[in-house]
């Protein structure tokens, strides 16, 4: 039964309308980097456990923790009102629709704003990934409080992400995008820093410390290779930006 199951139920009266950054894996790993960076940078609480249609059935294990976990789950700092959906797998668009059903009204109960993310593939190059924001109606003037740029061209957001935004739209439910260039093959631990100094910090109000993303960003590559590979082999599973072009 589609279900979320919450931990920490303590918590659940401290948080006052949060922002939710979502981390499914996709383009550049953006999302997926971003979202561990947070959880880990501000020791952040398991608060509960995602079981809704379209997660896979898999368990999944930390080092040196034995605990056997789902796959996908939610960490919350009741200090700085945030939450963060946490992924250690690919989610297929159709399963995110499912997904989508059953962590929607759990947004509306808590008052969630959820902040998605997004790479856009990009050659990599000397300069600073490019970053915009968009929402749906009526969210859209936090992307400009936060000094957030407009897209420059017409594109779309596809994979499990652009599942979760479609059903925002639909139902018109307050949410925002983040879109960033990112590395089209490999793990872009730089993007990821873009996405979170440039676009969670001013949308959220708190500084990160990301001197440990960019220190170890080798290391990030090297340990969501594997991840990176995975979801390559099958495009529609990968949450992506890209433009549609002028007659498309």
Same mark, same amino acid.
């Given at each position: 039964?589609?279900?979320?199951?919450?931990?920490?139920?303590?918590?659940?009266?401290?948080? *006052?309308?949060?922002?939710? @950054?979502?981390? +499914?894996? #996709? &383009? %550049?790993?953006? /999302?997926?980097?971003?979202?561990?960076?947070?959880?880990?940078?501000?020791?952040?609480?398991?608060?509960?456990?995602?079981?809704?249609?379209?997660?896979?059935?898999?368990?999944?294990?930390?080092?040196?923790?034995?605990?056997?976990?789902?796959?996908?789950?939610?960490?919350?700092?009741?200090?700085?009102?945030?939450?963060?959906?946490?992924?250690?797998?690919?989610?297929?668009?159709?399963?995110?629709?499912?997904?989508?059903?059953?962590?929607?009204?759990?947004?509306?109960?808590?008052?969630?704003?959820?902040?998605?993310?997004?790479?856009?593939?990009? *050659?990599?190059?000397?300069? @600073?990934?490019? +970053?915009? #924001? &968009? %929402?749906?109606? /009526?969210?859209?003037?936090?992307?400009?409080?936060?000094?957030?740029?407009?897209?420059?061209?017409?594109?779309?957001?596809?994979?499990?992400?652009?599942?979760?935004?479609?059903?925002?739209?639909?139902?018109?439910?307050?949410?925002?995008?983040?879109?960033?260039?990112?590395?089209?093959?490999?793990?872009?631990?730089?993007?990821?820093?873009?996405?979170?100094?440039?676009?969670?910090?001013?949308?959220?109000?708190?500084?990160?410390?990301?001197?440990?993303?960019?220190?170890?960003?080798?290391?990030?590559?090297?340990?969501?290779?594997?991840?990176?590979?995975?979801?390559?082999?099958?495009?529609?599973?990968?949450?992506?930006?890209?433009?549609? /072009?002028?007659?498309?």
């Amino acid at each position: 039964m589609a279900r979320i199951r919450v931990l920490a139920e303590e918590l659940t009266d401290e948080l *006052e309308s949060p922002t939710l @950054v979502e981390g +499914l894996p #996709g &383009v %550049g790993l953006v /999302g997926k980097i971003a979202a561990d960076h947070l959880v880990e940078a501000f020791d952040m609480t398991h608060y509960a456990d995602v079981f809704c249609e379209g997660v896979p059935k898999v368990a999944v294990y930390m080092k040196d923790d034995p605990t056997l976990h789902p796959p996908v789950r939610l960490y919350a700092d009741a200090e700085r009102d945030l939450l963060v959906l946490q992924s250690d797998i690919p989610i297929r668009p159709d399963a995110a629709t499912e997904l989508a059903s059953c962590l929607g009204p759990w947004f509306e109960d808590l008052d969630v704003l959820p902040v998605f993310l997004s790479g856009i593939a990009h *050659e990599k190059s000397e300069g @600073v990934p490019a +970053l915009y #924001g &968009v %929402g749906t109606d /009526g969210a859209t003037s936090r992307l400009e409080d936060a000094g957030i740029d407009r897209p420059t061209e017409t594109g779309l957001v596809s994979g499990p992400t652009g599942a979760l935004l479609s059903n925002a739209v639909s139902v018109g439910r307050p949410a925002l995008a983040l879109v960033v260039e990112s590395d089209p093959q490999f793990p872009d631990p730089e993007a990821a820093r873009v996405i979170i100094k440039h676009g969670i910090e001013p949308l959220v109000g708190v500084e990160v410390p990301v001197d440990d993303l960019v220190d170890s960003a080798t290391e990030i590559r090297q340990a969501k290779e594997q991840l990176a590979r995975r979801m390559q082999q099958s495009d529609e599973e990968s949450t992506q930006a890209r433009p549609l /072009g002028m007659y498309q």
